[in-house]
């Protein structure tokens, strides 16, 4: 169901998108798909995904940020890469994810968003950072105005903001994306293992 302030309540005409956090940046799944972890999961929900690189460029990264990579909070130490990404022409949430320099510096990464097959995870595996496991830290917040407007979200939705770290096969850090999403459409499915 869907508020509208001064029309009433509707029914929902699509379920909600979910993020599968564990199936989406598996190797397998990018070898055979070719696909970006955001195109895969919409073409097995039934669903036409569309993203667009809305900024890209080397920026002195936030705090948080610059901790969770090992990188300089005082210098341009990352690419920052602005991402908004629709469902059946819907805007579903936006990814801005930041990218070491010592990583990005003279690569795609850096400069545009013609990653190829495998999308942005394949460039990271070719470049020895294979995405082996995930830290992922889910919060509830009112959006900003640029957030409502963007995401064209109804009165009093809130977001889910996620903020994922992927770590390679050493455990080392190498790229943090805050994904906020719209809290109406979105859905989270987690499965992992429990510590013993």
């Not at 070719?34 to 993203?51: C, I, K, M, T």
């Not at 602005?82 to 819907?90: L, S």
């Not at 990005?104 to 394949?122: H, I, P, R, S, V």
Request: proline letters at 6%; glycine letters at 8%; a negative charge.
């Amino acid at each position: 169901m869907t508020a509208h302030h001064g029309k009433g309540v509707f029914v929902r005409s699509k379920p909600r998108l979910m993020r599968f956090g564990q199936w989406r940046y598996s190797r397998k799944l990018r070898e055979e798909t070719g696909l970006s972890p955001f195109h895969a999961e919409l073409a097995a929900q039934d669903r036409v995904p569309n993203a667009f690189l809305k900024e890209i460029g080397r920026v002195v990264p936030p705090s948080e940020v610059a901790e969770r990579l090992g990188v300089s909070a005082g210098e341009p130490s990352v690419v920052r890469r602005e991402n908004w990404y629709f469902a059946d022409d819907e805007p579903m949430q936006v990814g801005v994810t930041y990218v070491p320099w010592s990583i990005a510096e003279g690569t795609e990464l850096a400069q545009g968003d013609n990653l190829g097959k495998g999308d942005l995870y394949a460039r990271f595996a070719e470049l020895g950072h294979e995405i082996t496991y995930t830290r992922e830290e889910v919060m509830a917040r009112m959006p900003t105005l640029d957030e409502a407007n963007g995401l064209r979200l109804p009165e009093g939705v809130p977001v889910l903001v996620v903020l994922h770290t992927g770590l390679d096969q050493d455990r080392r850090p190498f790229e943090v994306t805050q994904f906020t999403m719209r809290a109406d459409y979105s859905g989270l499915d987690y499965t992992m293992k429990v510590d013993e």
